[in-house]
């Protein structure tokens, strides 16, 4: 999964919890600049910004084996 991706992901599933950015941020300790950055697939967040989204957000994060074909 991309940057961009994860970004998307996290957007969308803001907007489907009707939250705005600055409460998402404040929510998950973050500054709006940083979501901003993450949202728009300009930032490379640390695994400790994840998961600080993730779990204001109801996701989780998982690492799995790629699929090879």
Do not use: H
């Amino acid at each position: 999964m991309t940057i961009e991706e994860i970004g998307s992901v996290i957007k969308e599933r803001r907007q489907l919890l009707g939250l705005i950015q600055p409460d998402l941020a404040e929510m998950a300790q973050i500054s709006i600049n940083t979501l901003y950055k993450i949202e728009r697939g300009e930032a490379n967040p640390s695994v400790k910004v994840l998961n600080k989204l993730a779990e204001v957000l109801g996701l989780e994060l998982s690492i799995v084996v790629k699929k090879l074909f």
